[in-house]
């Protein structure tokens, strides 16, 4: 598995950005496949995951109504929709392939890490 995070970037505060997770290898596609950040000095966290199938999704407390996880099994990319964004929301951000089929929150339930990409965002 190969995983390719994009999409991150400077933005303000309140505005949106859609980060990307492309999976070079194809191998998760009976996956599901989670998003993580990690602030500076801070553990990584989960921000949201999706199953295999689409559904279930699952969402951190502090990103839900904000966030929308989704996947195009086609592409082999799951995306993540950043909507209202706040200073809290600045860290470098990991997508993940977890070992099983569905949505799970703890980071030992996924097998393949990707490179992260960095989001900033200023007040």
């Known amino acids: 598995v190969q995983l390719q995070a994009s999409g991150g970037g400077l933005v303000q505060a309140g505005g949106s950005l859609t980060l990307s997770c492309a999976d070079s290898?194809?191998?998760?596609?009976?996956?599901?496949v989670g998003w993580f950040r990690q602030a500076p000095g801070k553990e990584r966290e989960f921000v949201a995951a999706i199953s295999y199938r689409g559904n279930p999704t699952t969402y951190a407390d502090s990103v839900k109504g904000r966030f929308t996880i989704s996947r195009d099994i086609a592409k082999n990319t799951v995306y993540l929709q950043m909507n209202s964004l706040n200073e809290e929301d600045t860290a470098v951000y990991y997508c993940a392939v977890a070992y099983g089929s569905i949505a799970a929150d703890s980071p030992s339930r996924y097998r393949y890490w990707g490179q992260g990409t960095l989001v900033t965002v200023s007040s």
């Open positions: 290898k194809r191998t998760s596609s009976n996956n599901a």
